[in-house]
């Protein structure tokens, strides 16, 4: 399976993907997807525990002026060192880094070209890191691992494809996951 690697290192991510496939009759393309999260959209502060009756902050990094009620902060983390009249220095740290057993979610969608001989022909899959046919166009995935996309052309003409795949649209723990999710989750070994 020789396969274009695609990067994805911050999420939510939305990747499109429009070609064609199939010039030398039943053909297959692969991309393999390597996932690398460094960040999410958002940093938390703590692990969710109230101190002295305050609860901690999410920050939006992509709006910081969320909320009307407050100024927006600026975030100079050279300068909050030290405790300052009683007050400790704010503990940030990537939500990544406080989840056990951290699962993101990929989103599979094929949007088809609105020719429907044309999209009979034409399917899209996705694989796991083994090359093993995932059943769903979803899947949860350790947010360190990677997997493939599969475009399949079942016809000896050229075929146009439009597919949509969005990565951490959900992140959460293997442990928070709800029972009816559990069937689209990649085990990693």
């Known amino acids: 399976m020789n396969a274009r690697v695609e990067k994805v290192t911050a999420i939510p991510s939305a990747l499109n993907y429009q070609d064609s ?17 460094k960040n999410t959209k958002s940093i938390y502060t703590d692990t969710g525990s109230p101190v002295n009756t305050y609860e901690p902050a999410t920050i939006d990094i992509d709006n910081p002026d969320l909320d009307i009620y407050y100024e927006a902060a600026l975030l100079d983390f050279a300068k909050d060192l030290f405790t300052e009249n009683e007050y400790e220095p704010a503990v940030l740290a990537n939500k990544i880094d406080t989840i056990a057993r951290p699962l993101v979610s990929i989103d599979l969608a094929n949007l088809k070209t609105g020719n429907k001989y044309i999209d009979a022909w034409f399917d899209v899959r996705l694989y796991t890191k083994d090359r093993k046919e995932h059943a769903y166009d979803k899947m949860y995935i350790n947010p360190k691992e990677f997997f493939y996309i599969g475009f399949h052309a079942r016809n000896t003409k050229r075929l146009p494809y439009n597919v949509s795949m969005t990565v951490g649209d959900v992140f959460t723990s293997e442990y928070n996951l709800p029972s009816s999710e559990r069937r689209y989750l990649v085990s990693s070994n």
């Open 21 to 37: 496939v199939g010039l030398f009759g039943a053909e297959n393309v692969y991309i393999k997807v390597q996932l690398d999260i």
